[in-house]
């Protein structure tokens, strides 16, 4: 099973900063199977990047996935009040999905 | 647009059986795979379990391969998750989510319904 690991644990940021999340796995993962995810309290996750790099239908060009290998990273060009909230990446490989622990972006 | 609506959750006690529901609606059922996520209170997200269009084509994580089933009626629109032999770290809101079809991602998500195993 390939283990995901997201840092930093907790980001902390003002509105109108650049936000960086990075997903590291314990294997090589395809580009193609590796997604990130926004969770806010009390609500389902929300599917934000396919693919490594394709923003999935609606989010914001402010969001950008970047990576391969066992490397990805999220990027949040210009941090809005409503991007404040959890994110995980997730890969796809194996039969099995794996989810990273998850990086809480709060404001600073 | 596209909608899932989970029930079936409740209380049950350690060693019990629950089976969920999942019914969706604004897509193609028959042809999408369709996956069961779950996050224990206040934990991240573990993937449970994935259909494809039918029995045929399954995957099961490890924590609890043997104990769940994962069934769908694409007549109904509707796949479901048959839990037994419940443990206390079976705790969690079960999500039904969509496949995002061959990139490995859940591209949709119900609210989904709390399963609580308790004595």
């Known amino acids: 099973e390939i283990v995901l690991t997201q840092s930093p644990g907790t980001l902390s940021l003002s509105p109108g900063e650049r936000a960086t999340l990075s997903c590291r796995a314990s294997q090589s993962v395809t580009s193609r199977y590796l997604a990130w995810y926004q969770q806010k309290p009390g609500q389902s996750p929300r599917l934000l990047i396919y693919?490594?790099?394709s923003r999935a239908t609606g989010i914001p060009d402010r969001f950008s996935g970047s990576g391969s290998g066992t490397d990805f990273t999220l990027t949040i060009s210009r941090l809005e009040p409503e991007d404040f909230a959890v994110y995980y990446c997730q890969q796809y490989g194996g039969s099995s999905y794996t989810f990273g622990q998850g990086t809480k972006l709060e404001i600073k | 647009q596209v909608q899932l609506v989970e029930s079936g959750g409740g209380v049950v006690q350690p060693g019990g059986s629950l089976r969920l529901s999942c019914a969706a609606s604004?897509?193609?059922?028959?042809?999408?795979?369709m996956h069961w996520v779950r996050q224990a209170p206040g934990k991240g997200l573990e993937w449970v379990q994935f259909?494809?269009?039918?029995?045929?084509?399954?995957y099961y994580a490890e924590s609890v391969k043997g104990r769940f089933t994962i069934s769908r009626d694409n007549s109904k629109n509707t796949v479901y998750l048959q839990m037994n032999s419940l443990r206390p770290e079976d705790t969690a809101v079960y999500f039904c989510?969509?496949?995002?079809?061959?990139?490995?991602?859940?591209?949709?998500w119900g609210r989904g319904t709390l399963v609580t195993v308790s004595p």
């Open positions: 259909i494809w269009l039918n029995e045929n084509t399954v």
């Open positions: 989510a969509k496949d995002l079809t061959t990139y490995g991602a859940f591209d949709y």
């Open positions: 604004g897509f193609t059922f028959s042809t999408s795979g």
């Open positions: 693919g490594a790099s």
